[in-house]
């Protein structure tokens, strides 16, 4: 193994988090799984086959260029890669052609795929993105009637696969008035497009937090994201559903399970004398005589320059706090309470490590970054393993 850390990714906590997943929306509605962000750090080129081996079929990115990474990765015949974002004009003609649906929240894209499925001679898979409140992409009033009228007119051209919306911020009850106000109006935009005769597959507009928090968000499909992962949105969703369902408050057990697990090696251990400083600058000095490891990770893997002197990883089994400036790619930490500590020994960024455990929660805390922030930063270079 070349590089200086990896990330493992756990079949059975995605599994496990599936299940739960499934269990909560029901059988009869598709599981979309939103891997956009490198698949939340986990890395699309692995997750995508994984997660087909536990039964997903259906993907969701952000751009084209994520399109065509899944679209390489994917290994059965029936999984499909939807695109929530950014397709430029001119990569129009290749998602026709790769069957890669797509939304529509402008004229301009939806007048650019009837003249490419024109010329194809094949009909593009659409999503109608409604602009419901979020008033960031979507197509409003002023717009709808004209592309319900493009639609209808080249109806051989287009098949609408979904009609969706997105919330803004299903996952704090400080935007309950808003996020039920998106409600409604896509019940009332859902009303007129069926009046219009333009009805599709799925009707989508529930992300995790929405499923989780709005149950009568989770319509045909749903969106899920950060949950897949083994992540709440955040601690209210939690609490909240810890409320609603007793049975797992007193077990005390949460249903989600982490996926990623993050790994390093000491590199090097080094003993210095009290009153000396270490690494770069003065903004650590030794107290006592302290053994000092070196690990081969710094800013440049995702482990912030802010964790100077804040941060701790797990060394055989305990808990070891950065001494000294945060390197591009370096890092120390203080094991003179850690016995044995040696050259090649296991260091964990995220993940277990006897019975201490260093979630993305409190790596997260540490830094003043969301979960997600921490996730997608970490470098896709990194070596992605899937263990059991």
């Not at 709440?232 to 609603?244: C, D, G, I, V």
């Amino acid at each position: 193994m070349f590089a200086p850390s990896h990330i493992e990714l756990s079949k059975s906590a995605f599994r496990q988090n599936v299940k739960f997943l499934r269990d909560y929306i029901g059988k009869d509605v598709t599981f979309c799984s939103v891997i956009k962000g490198n698949a939340y750090g986990h890395g699309i080129e692995q997750f995508v086959p994984m997660a087909e081996e536990c039964g997903i079929s259906h993907f969701a990115v952000f751009s084209a260029d994520e399109a065509r990474l899944a679209c390489k990765h994917k290994n059965k015949a029936d999984s499909h890669v939807m695109i929530m974002g950014m397709i430029g004009n001119e990569e129009i003609e290749w998602a026709i052609e790769q069957d890669v649906s797509f939304y529509i929240f402008e004229l301009d894209r939806l007048k650019k795929t009837v003249e490419q499925a024109k010329r194809l001679e094949k009909p593009a898979r659409i999503h109608l993105h409604l602009e419901t409140g979020m008033n960031r992409l979507g197509l409003d009033n002023s717009k709808l009637k004209e592309a319900v009228e493009m639609i209808r007119k080249n109806d051989e051209l287009l098949s609408v696969d979904g009609i969706c919306t997105h919330y803004a911020g299903a996952e704090s009850v400080s935007n309950h008035v808003r996020v039920t106000e998106q409600i409604e109006n896509f019940k009332s935009y859902c009303s007129y497009l069926q009046e219009e005769g333009i009805e599709a597959k799925w009707n989508h507009t529930a992300c995790s937090a929405a499923t989780l928090n709005y149950p009568e968000t989770i319509m045909d499909m749903v969106r899920i994201g950060i949950a897949q992962y083994g992540f709440w949105p955040n601690r209210e969703t939690y609490m909240k559903f810890l409320k609603n369902h007793s049975d797992f408050d007193k077990l005390h057990e949460d249903p989600l399970r982490r996926v990623m697990s993050w790994k390093s090696r000491v590199m090097s251990t080094k003993t210095v004398d009290a009153g000396e400083f270490i690494g770069y600058g003065t903004t650590y000095q030794t107290s006592r005589k302290e053994k000092i490891a070196s690990v081969p990770i710094g800013y440049s893997h995702g482990f912030k320059r802010n964790l100077t002197n804040i941060g701790i990883v797990l060394v055989n089994g305990e808990r070891a706090p950065v001494a000294g400036l945060v390197n591009m790619n370096l890092l120390t930490v203080d094991v003179t309470d850690i016995p044995g500590v040696s050259k090649g020994d296991e260091v964990v960024i995220i993940g277990h490590q006897g019975d201490k455990e260093m979630s993305v929660a409190s790596f997260s805390e540490m830094t003043n970054y969301l979960n997600y922030e921490v996730l997608v930063q970490i470098p896709s270079r990194l070596p992605r393993h899937i263990v059991e």
